[in-house]
């Protein structure tokens, strides 16, 4: 069994049974060679823009034995999958302006899968915000830190979820974008490392703007730490509370 890094296994464990997965970005191509080794999938589409990272990924599945059950594709994004080709796509290890750009330009080809595992390297608010205004509800997530450095995923599926936005305050609405709804419900411990030195590197920043003294641009740059101040807050106070409902067995 082919061994995965602690991001790339939290990534795999997402994803649910099925016939065959699409591995997006697959660059050494250990995600689809784990899901075949495992009996996760029966087969798998590695694709990749660059040509570099599919001859790896080609050497791997050689090494494996799968040759016969894993496709290799060159392709930016989505354009090279056909519709109905794979029940779960799974794009992660990229930046989330990017993930987005290629969730947009692939849209019409989704409405056959059945999950998308997504992993977001940066700008995870807006990739949740995304996929819950275009019909997919967020119903899994996990988190992970590795080499210091800290992981989010989800599994994203059709339909809405169970939000109710119209209930529910701007601020919380952002902390779930933000930071994940069921990481917080779940009071998970990465996170709560995470808020920490969230707050920890905010608290520095604050301190370090005295020295630009009382100009426009220190003024504005205040307003923007209060803000994200006020969020990691919020956060840690509905974990808290998640985390009381279900010591008191009222959750």
């Given amino acids: 069994m082919i ?11 997402l994803i649910g049974q099925g016939e065959a997965v699409c591995d997006v970005g697959t660059d050494h191509g250990y995600i689809p060679i784990y899901l075949l080794q495992s009996g996760v999938k029966k087969r798998a589409l590695a694709m990749d823009i660059n040509e570099g990272p599919l001859l790896r990924a080609r050497e791997h599945v050689a090494e494996s034995g799968l040759g016969e059950y894993i496709v290799m ?23 989330g302006g990017l993930m987005i750009r290629i969730l947009e ?20 608010e807006q990739v949740r915000r995304y996929v819950r205004s275009h019909g997919f509800t967020i119903d899994e997530q996990e988190m992970v830190e590795e080499d210091g450095k800290f992981y989010m995923m989800f599994r994203c599926v059709h339909g809405e979820g169970a939000l ?28 709560r490392r995470y808020l920490r030195k969230e707050k920890m590197q905010l608290e520095k920043i604050k301190s370090a703007l005295s020295v630009l003294g009382d100009s426009e641009r220190a003024k504005r740059r205040q307003r923007e730490l ?15 509370a998640y985390a009381m409902r279900r010591s008191d067995g009222s959750d």
């Fill in 226 to 240: 209060e803000e994200k101040m006020s969020v990691i807050l919020l956060a840690g106070k509905e974990m808290d």
């Fill in 105 to 124: 330009e692939g849209f019409s080809k989704l409405e056959a899968v059945k999950e998308l595992i997504l992993q977001p390297q940066s700008d995870i």
């Fill in 164 to 191: 109710d936005e119209a209930h529910i305050s701007d601020g919380r609405q952002t902390a779930y974008d933000r930071y994940g709804e069921h990481l917080i419900k779940r009071n998970h411990p990465v996170l």
């Fill in 73 to 95: 594709r060159q392709s930016d994004g989505l354009s090279s999958f056909g519709a109905g080709e794979a029940d779960t796509v799974v794009i992660a290890g990229m930046g």
């Fill in 3 to 13: 061994k995965l890094s602690k991001r790339l296994e939290a990534v795999a464990g």
